[in-house]
């Protein structure tokens, strides 16, 4: 009866670490991207994504325009964002626009999801808005692996452990309820 016990103990910790281990976050991945646009406009636009995607798990990709000030032009700038893809569900799912001062910052955030296995792939959009017309920016590609835990999704892996975690718990309690009793 003790190596029951033991069973479901090892049963209970093994499960617990790897349970840990698939829901550590995802490391970033932070590419700064100079730009200089015709009439002397500069800045950096930066972009934060996961190094890559769990399969169902949703994850956050995010683009800061930072405007350098020139001295010529101290007026507003609008801003527009999307990202495209075929096969990744994002939020929001349309353009984002924010105004922002010559010299200062905009933050732009996406969740992503990927609900099939293999590469793949989004392009990330920026563009300034001004009196002439749209002016790009930025297009950027860009190719996410997304992993599997044995072609499931975590989501179903993690309620999986937990299911073993709470049956090995109410197994070994069982036992050890049965061992004092005898």
Do not use: H
């Amino acid at each position: 009866m003790q190596k029951v016990t033991l069973s479901f103990a090892a049963a209970i910790l093994v499960s617990g670490l790897v349970l840990v281990l698939i829901s550590l976050p995802v490391r970033q991945e932070v590419t700064e991207i100079p730009f200089t646009l015709q009439d002397g406009m500069r800045g950096v636009v930066e972009i934060t994504v996961p190094r890559f995607l769990r399969l169902g798990d949703s994850a956050d990709l995010e683009m800061k325009v930072t405007l350098i000030p020139v001295d010529s032009n101290k007026e507003s700038v609008k801003i527009k964002t999307s990202l495209q893809s075929v096969t990744l569900a994002m939020e929001p799912d349309s353009a984002v626009m924010t105004v922002i001062p010559a010299d200062g910052t905009a933050r732009f955030e996406w969740a992503i999801r990927a609900n099939s296995s293999g590469d793949q792939r989004m392009t990330v959009w920026c563009f300034r808005q001004g009196a002439d017309g749209i002016t790009l920016i930025l297009a950027r590609d860009i190719t996410f692996e997304v992993r599997t835990v044995l072609e499931m999704k975590f989501s179903l892996v993690r309620w999986i452990l937990i299911e073993l975690i709470l049956l090995s718990l109410l197994l070994a309690g069982l036992t050890v309820y049965r061992m004092r009793r005898n």
